[in-house]
C-alpha cells in the first residue's frame, strides 16, 4: 500500500500551531494521483468524514483556486499545494488524508 511520506518519514506525525501557516508541496510525480486533504476524521472522506476548510486553500499552477478545482485539476497541473493557516479555534487533532486513497495519511497535533 502507498502512503503519503513527509520529509522522508511514511506517515509522519506532524504538528501544527495555531496561528502559523504551514504548505503542504505535492509537486513530486509519486504524489500525481493522490490529493492531500484535511480532516478531523482519520483518514477524512475515506473514514465517513469531511474535508476541514477553515484557512485552508488550494493551490494549482501558483494559482489560488477551490477545492473543487483542485482535485479536478490535481493530476495535470505543473505545481500544486495546499496552503493551511491554522486557525486560533482549530481542533488540536487534524489529520491528512489522500482523497480517494484509503490508509495514506497521518495526525496533525495542533497547539498554541
Sequence with gaps: ??????????QASLAMTRGNIYRFDQNNSSNSTAPLSLSETDDGENG???????????WLNNIEVNRTSYLSGFAS?????????VAVGA???????????????????VTG
Excluded: C, H, K, W
Excluded at 1 to 10: E, K, L, P, S, T
Excluded at 48 to 58: C, H, I, L
Excluded at 91 to 109: D, E, M, R
Design 48 to 58: 465517513g468524514g469531511s474535508a476541514y476548510s477553515t484557512g485552508v486553500s488550494y
Design 91 to 109: 481542533p488540536n487533532t487534524l489529520y491528512y488524508y489522500a482523497v480517494g486513497q484509503a490508509g495514506y495519511g497521518g495526525s496533525i497535533a
Design 1 to 10: 500500500m502507498a502512503v503519503f511520506y513527509i520529509d522522508n518519514v511514511a
Design 77 to 85: 497541473a505543473t505545481s500544486r499545494f495546499i496552503q493551511v493557516e
